[in-house]
């Protein structure tokens, strides 16, 4: 019945809504369309350092005479030791006696009393043209501050482009969550506008945030007057700070946040009292929605934003309100304020001085080092390392891979690792790279992503979508200086960058959309070959829209390199191989003699479903032939996660060893290595132990991928049942021939695939891309000096 009653009430809403969506973006499109006739840009110019010997303290008021009785004391306390400090509170018409309570308890204080009330955004503008000092801090009524907050905010101001210092916020109530910090994130998303605060200990000093927290935040009075300060299109609250932070990015200066400046709210300490929780939310929606036909001028951002808001709002009716979707009655709020919203609009577009895609870019961690920071020669190196797997113990062919690049990485590198862990306890093994490298962070990913049927990303790629993993490695570029953000996989290409004077490089393991295709050539069942065939679409489609953004595209051999360039010729200057698939052969005793007889052994995690597949192939068509000519011969089998021995051949010539710690015991102790791959791709790091152990190999071809080519020369290569077993069987004959096949592929490990040798090669690689960047921006930056750069993408 409730359902039924709300559903009678909004009909009306919904059946004008369409008239409104379309009425909004009709009048947005005739204002952006007058613009280009005869709207004028305001260049933002230079400014002077503000002063920094005090600070105006603004504290807006209405009717909260209580609360400043509570609060003001710790203001005063902070600003006592310096006379350039002031106090102004402005009262907004206030019927408690505000003003007289002031005069006679702290005449210390200015008051500005104006004769209605102004709401915050009026209040606060009053008090920045009364302010007579350069920096001014605007605190809410309901804010305890600590002692020493004020100094913090003022250090803080190094240049003319600092628009707003926004403080730490704790609630006075520490039993609270802490949905409020200070230090704020905003985003694009689905059509919308969205924001929030982030609790992070690792951000120790100034750091960048989309906006400064109105009410505890420090501002550059000169640049906010510019502004127009805070716009009375979002009177009576809520998402002021928000419009003006955002359009101080779209200036092109900076908001930062102040761990250091630590004070306490009393959440909705005003607001909470004078207005019910619904209506909070309505003026929140209406807000959003407005300040998106205000500031947002890509209208194909615009365009998503208006079906989302008739979608949502549609929701919304149905089954109830979200503080995430927009709503009908917003809408219609809103609505009501367009002949405002339109001049707000055409301010807006004269001050901008960069798009919407490049204003939402600046604010993150990584782009913020890329385009404010003074970066000069870096020596050594600082290289941002971030894994999708736990490295340590390495149980697949990528933790090898990945393991011994990091540990030559961190001789010649300051290297800086992020490692995603399935289980907190996966952290334990790592102590030896946190002995190496200069700092490691863990992140336990999230599993059981949601399965989104319709979804054009890659499955794999979903996995690993993490908004908490983007914090991160933005978070670690800017607080540790990092001049290369090395990304491992194809799903973590995800977070590449385009950035300007940083280097985004992605090393591919395998050809994601490659191995799948391989996949599908093997019998399968309809319905699987379906979901496949669907997932190499979106593979396709993603990888060969990522790579371009990509500054170097590292993958394991030339065949694959050529694979990608096949489809994007224009890659050709980016992929490079034969940098990353290695080992330090100096780790394997080479042992060609002294193994028992008649044994083979297959290798490899079984989470990866090519080994899962190569093992009932060889078990159900190899092994037997092989035991018909030597009955005594053997199939020893080592890998996390082997499958149950029901669900392969029943027969006493396979043995399940499972997961050994140290691989090197069993490379050293088999005759023979089988490596019957049959899709996939990239380059089999055990094929690389196997050549350093010496142990003889027997592979397909695309098993040995990228290794060897010639059947004979460093190990045997047959893709049919009848001629791989045969050769295993040659090397079982003829020890001498499989002893100097052995010995050949020990020597092209050493040459050119040993880990010492090629991680060198990698850190080359790395300095010139950095030198080309650098040199391209340099030489822009004297060309154009006024142009602002423009970011890719972006959320």
């Not at 979804?455 to 800017?478: K, T």
């Not at 994007?568 to 002294?594: I, M, N």
């Not at 080994?611 to 005594?632: G, H």
């Not at 790091?685 to 196997?690: C, D």
């Amino acid at each position: 019945m409730r359902k039924l009653l709300r559903i009678l009430r909004g009909l009306p809403l919904l059946l004008v809504s369409p008239l409104l969506v379309l009425g909004a973006a009709v009048a947005l499109a005739l204002t952006d369309l007058l613009w280009l006739v005869a709207g004028r840009k305001r260049p933002p110019g230079s400014h002077p350092v503000p002063g920094r010997r005090g600070a105006s303290i603004v504290i807006p008021t209405w009717n909260g005479r209580e609360l400043l009785e509570r609060n003001l004391p710790s203001v005063l306390a902070a600003t006592a030791g310096n006379p350039g400090h002031e106090i102004i509170v402005v009262d907004n018409g206030s019927a408690d006696g505000t003003v007289e309570f002031l005069r006679e308890h702290f005449p210390q204080v200015r008051t500005l009393a104006l004769p209605e009330n102004m709401g915050f955004g009026g209040g606060s503008n009053a008090g920045f043209r009364a302010a007579a000092n350069d920096v001014v801090v605007l605190l809410n009524n309901d804010m305890r501050v600590e002692p020493g907050f004020v100094e913090p905010l003022l250090e803080g101001f190094t240049d003319g482009d600092v628009f707003a210092i926004s403080c730490q916020i704790h609630f006075t109530d520490a039993r609270r969550q802490r949905e409020e910090t200070g230090l704020t994130e905003g985003w694009w998303e689905s059509g919308q506008l969205r924001v929030r605060h982030r609790v992070d200990q690792g951000v120790k000093d100034l750091y960048p945030c989309f906006y400064g927290g109105g009410g505890s935040c420090a501002f550059n009075r000169r640049l906010f007057l510019e502004l127009g300060g805070f716009d009375a299109l979002l009177e009576p609250f809520y998402l002021e700070d928000t419009d003006v932070g955002y359009r101080a990015w779209k200036r092109g200066w900076k908001v930062l946040y102040q761990p250091r400046s630590v004070v306490y709210h009393e959440h909705r300490g005003t607001i909470g009292r004078r207005f019910s929780a619904e209506q909070i939310q309505t003026v929140l929606k209406t807000n959003f929605l407005l300040f998106t036909w205000k500031n947002i001028h890509a209208w194909k951002r615009l365009a998503a934003h208006f079906g989302s808001v008739w979608g949502d709002g549609l929701v919304s009716l149905l089954f109830g309100d979200s503080p995430e979707r927009a709503s009908l009655a917003g809408l219609w709020r809103a609505f009501l304020r367009l002949h405002r919203t339109v001049p707000s609009r055409w301010r807006a577009r004269a001050l901008a001085a960069m798009d919407d895609t490049e204003a939402f870019a600046r604010p993150r961690g990584g782009y913020f080092r890329d385009r404010f920071a003074e970066i000069g020669p870096s020596d050594p190196l600082r290289v941002l390392f971030v894994s999708p797997y736990p490295i340590c113990p390495p149980v697949h062919g990528g933790g090898v891979f990945m393991k011994a690049t990091v540990e030559q990485l961190a001789r010649l590198c300051e290297l800086h690792l992020i490692i995603l862990l399935d289980h907190g306890e996966e952290r334990a093994p790592h102590a030896e790279l946190e002995r190496l490298c200069a700092s490691v962070e863990y992140m336990v990913r999230l599993t059981g992503q949601p399965k989104a049927f319709g979804s054009i990303v890659p499955h794999a790629v979903r996995e690993f979508a993490n908004a908490d993993l983007r914090w991160l490695i933005h978070r670690q570029i800017a607080t540790r200086a990092i001049d290369v953000v090395q990304l491992e996989y194809t799903p973590l290409g995800q977070y590449a960058e385009r950035y300007l004077r940083l280097a985004s490089v992605l090393f591919e393991h395998d050809v994601y959309f490659q191995s799948i295709a391989r996949a599908l050539q093997e019998p399968h069942r309809k319905l699987w070959k379906l979901k496949a065939t669907l997932e190499y679409l979106r593979a396709l489609r993603y990888e060969l829209q990522l790579l371009p953004k990509v500054d170097r595209i590292h993958v394991c051999s030339r065949e694959n390199g050529d694979y990608l360039v096949s489809f994007r010729p224009e890659l050709a200057g980016k992929v490079e191989a034969g940098l990353r698939a290695c080992v330090d052969a100096s780790c394997y005793e080479f042992r060609p003699d002294g193994r028992e007889p008649a044994t083979m052994l297959f290798l490899g995690s079984f989470r990866h479903t090519p080994n899962q597949a190569a093992l009932n192939w060889f078990a159900r068509e190899v092994l037997p032939r092989v035991v018909a000519t030597r009955p005594e011969a053997r199939l020893v089998v080592v890998g996390s996660e082997p499958p149950p021995r029901y669900a392969l051949p029943e027969t006493p010539a396979l043995e399940l060893r499972g997961f050994v710690e140290d691989v090197r015991e069993p490379l050293g102790r088999y005759a023979a290595f089988v490596c019957p791959i049959l899709s996939g791709s990239g380059v089999r790091v055990k094929l690389l132990e196997a050549f350093a152990a010496g142990i003889p190999v027997v592979s397909t071809r695309i098993g040995a991928e990228g290794v060897a080519r010639e059947d004979g020369e460093f190990c045997g290569l047959a893709d049919d049942a009848a001629g791989f077993a045969e050769r295993i069987l040659a090397l079982f004959n003829d020890p001498a021939r499989a002893r100097a096949m052995a010995e050949r592929a020990r020597r092209e490990v050493i040459e050119n695939w040993d880990a010492a040798v090629l991680t060198a090669r990698l850190v080359d690689s790395y300095r010139a891309v950095l030198r080309e960047k650098r040199s391209a921006d340099a030489a822009h930056r004297t060309e154009q000096p006024e142009v602002a750069p423009h970011a890719e993408g972006g959320r």
